[in-house]
Antibody, heavy 119, light 111 residues
Framework: EVQLVESGGGLVKPGGSLRLSCAAS????????MNWVRQAPGKGLEWVSS????????YYADSVKGRFTISRDNAKNSLYLQMNSLRAEDTAVYYC????????????WGQGTMVTVSS | QSALTQPASVSGSPGQSITISCTGT?????????VSWYQQHPGKAPKLMIY???NRPSGVSNRFSGSKSGNTASLTISGLQAEDEADYYC???????????FGGGTKLTVL
């Protein structure tokens, strides 16, 4: 079964750090670009970051640039998001998502992991 | 980068057709054929319904169709069913510093 499973969410204080992980299974992880998308409570979807299959190309939303770092380990079929200098407005469910063909269409999504930034 | 503009809500009766619009600019929707549509039920992850403006992934009902005219993309759902009630989001590649942008979302109510 093709699957993405996120982990690492939780409660963190403003200014703190958190590392999210996304474990992939059921497909050739190393062949796909991957993304992080977040959704604040009661709000819409916001694209956060993307990484190409070989990590050659990495992009970030302006709202997280300089604070978040995306990475992947193809040997471990895993995607990561290192989040530093967290702010209250980073509170959201974070989804990892597979880009079906590098056309910015996300065909496989994880169940999401909740990140809450609060003192 | 501002989100793409979608109506906050649309509604329709079972069996009817509805269309959800997604308006951007020539830097995103109008300039590229990388528009996607997602369906999201409460508490669930989004599901890809349309990619590259008008293509349906395997397993998605042919009641869902996509199109684009100028800077506006559209999602049409024909033969509305109760299970279509959900939030719908469009997205597009953009030439701005943030390469992907979502619409604000549209809540579809099946009356």
């Amino acid at each position: 079964e093709v699957q993405l499973v996120e982990s690492g969410g939780g409660l963190v204080k403003p200014g703190g750090s958190l590392r999210l992980s996304c474990a992939a299974s059921g497909f050739t992880f190393s062949s796909y670009s991957m993304n992080w998308v977040r959704q604040a409570p009661g709000k819409g979807l916001e694209w956060v970051s993307s990484i190409s299959s070989s990590s050659s190309y990495i992009y970030y939303a302006d709202s997280v640039k300089g604070r978040f770092t995306i990475s992947r380990d193809n040997a471990k079929n895993s995607l990561y998001l290192q989040m530093n200098s967290l702010r209250a407005e980073d509170t959201a469910v974070y989804y990892c998502a597979r880009d079906r063909s590098s056309s910015d269409a996300f065909d496989i999504w994880g169940q999401g992991t909740m990140v809450t930034v609060s003192s | 980068q501002s989100a793409l503009t979608q109506p906050a809500s649309v509604s329709g009766s079972p069996g009817q057709s509805i269309t959800i619009s997604c308006t951007g600019t020539s830097s995103d929707v109008g300039g590229y054929n990388y528009v996607s549509w997602y369906q999201q039920h409460p508490g669930k992850a989004p599901k890809l319904m349309i990619y590259e403006v008008s293509n349906r992934p395997s397993g998605v009902s042919n009641r869902f169709s996509g199109s684009k005219s100028g800077n506006t993309a559209s999602l049409t759902i024909s033969g509305l069913q109760a299970e279509d009630e959900a939030d719908y989001y469009c997205s597009s590649y953009t030439s701005s510093s943030t390469p992907l942008v979502f619409g604000g979302g549209t809540k579809l109510t099946v009356l």
